[in-house]
């Protein structure tokens, strides 16, 4: 089974940068991604990056998120550049065997996702 362990939120002020870290094991030629949830709205879907190294972004992220790995630290990352308000909320890491993996598509099974770790970007 998979676990998903993230680190690396906090607050930071508009126009910096943090990298969030998700510790990925379990499984392996897996899909992985990252996804946001603000309150009261639906969960987004911001990045993924498939085992065979194909990344993909939403249009909110393109440009200043990259998403990456360590596979000798089975780590999962986003760093996050040029960071606005509109980037606060709850940061979740997610891996699965489905497909698509794309940031539009990427639906992980209950089980398979990290617990959270949040972002405020103040102004």
């Known amino acids: 089974q998979v676990r998903l362990l993230e680190s690396g939120g906090g607050s930071v002020q508009s126009g910096g940068s943090l990298r969030l870290s998700c510790v990925v094991s379990g499984d392996s030629r897996l899909c992985m991604g990252w996804f946001r949830q603000i309150p009261g709205k639906e969960r987004e879907g911001i990045a993924t990056?498939?085992?065979?190294?194909?990344?993909s972004y939403a249009d909110s992220v393109k440009g200043r998120f990259t998403i990456s790995e360590d596979l000798a630290k089975n780590t999962l990352y986003l760093q996050m550049n040029s960071l606005t308000p509109e980037d606060t909320a709850m940061y979740y890491c997610a891996a699965d065997r489905t497909a698509p993996c794309d940031a539009g598509n990427f639906e992980p099974r209950q089980g398979h996702w990290g617990q959270g770790t949040q972002v405020t970007v103040s102004s």
């Open positions: 990056l498939d085992f065979d190294g194909t990344t």
